[in-house]
């Protein structure tokens, strides 16, 4: 043997198997990093329950909000208030609309997107349209308000009902002419077509959401044309063809563009119809 060489031990260790692993059972399971609430499908009657309350208590803020911002503008202006003109002021109706739909888009928002983890526009399924869907949507909304315009009337109303007694002035007209094209449809629809609609739909079945949220939709515009029957059937059933748009093409853009496109319909008609809003003493828009 060389001098260098290294020395072999005396005795070669038995091989040793390595211990067998813990059963899956007795392993230490990691704490949640979710609330279970959170593990809730999306869509469901626990977030019909969480929205119908925040909305009561939205559209309670809003009045508080609005109600003190008046009483600040008429004390630094040294004028004495009454708060039934908030009632019945255009304006600070207009306002009051603006914050709660701010105060309830926030709320589905933090629902979808917090409470749930899920995205947002995929969870209300805002897809988003070719430039040839948009046209022909747009089409479908000019129709329906046609529709609406010619139809007859089956229910006998007032003529003068809330909605027309907003139409004080020009420029409180184009607020609300703008209010209603370009913040109502996409609120209303988020709220109607998009979260009601696609609860029932999940938990009930297609035919209860369409009829369902429609009847939701106009049961809303029930304080605007109270005592104007007619006008809500006609807003009823228009409830019902955005519904059935939103159930056929599985989307809410669609029932967006067409409400967005009726309410412009409208609009442009009255613009019309009352010499640019300069002459307000006949208001039939529904």
Not at 52 to 73: C, D, Q, R, S
Not at 136 to 164: D, H, M, S
Not at 205 to 222: K, P
Request: glycine share 6%; net charge negative.
């Amino acid at each position: 043997m060389p001098e260098n060489a290294p020395e072999l031990p005396e005795e070669i260790p038995e091989y040793q198997a390595p211990p067998e692993p813990a059963p899956i059972s007795d392993l230490p399971v990691p704490p949640l990093s979710e609330p279970i609430a959170h593990l809730a499908p999306l869509w469901g009657w626990r977030d019909l329950a969480l929205f119908l309350p925040f909305a009561f208590l939205a559209l309670f803020l809003a009045n508080v909000l609005v109600v003190v911002g008046y009483m600040v503008m008429k004390g630094l202006a040294g004028r004495p208030y009454d708060l039934h003109e908030v009632q019945t002021n255009p304006v600070f109706v207009l306002v009051l609309q603006i914050i709660l739909h701010a105060l309830l888009f926030g709320f589905l928002y933090l629902l979808v997107v917090v409470y749930h983890r899920k995205p947002f526009w995929r969870s209300f399924k805002l897809r988003k349209p070719t430039r040839r869907e948009v046209l022909a949507y747009i089409a479908a909304g000019l129709a329906v308000a046609i529709g609406v315009q010619l139809a007859p009337t089956l229910i006998p109303e007032k003529e003068n009902f809330p909605l027309q007694q907003m139409f004080t002035s020009p420029q409180v007209a184009l607020a609300l002419g703008l209010f209603a094209t370009l913040i109502a449809p996409f609120m209303e629809e988020l709220i109607f077509r998009g979260f009601i609609f696609s609860i029932f739909e999940r938990q009930v079945g297609m035919v209860f959401a369409i009829v369902g949220s429609a009847v939701l939709f106009a049961a809303l515009h029930i304080p605007e044309y109270q005592g104007a029957w007619n006008h809500l059937l006609m807003i009823f059933l228009v409830g019902i063809v955005f519904s059935v748009v939103r159930g056929v093409t599985g989307s809410l853009t669609p029932s967006i563009i067409i409400h967005f496109a009726y309410n412009l319909s409208l609009m442009t008609l009255l613009f019309f119809a009352t010499e640019h809003f300069r002459d307000l003493g006949f208001i039939w828009m529904r």
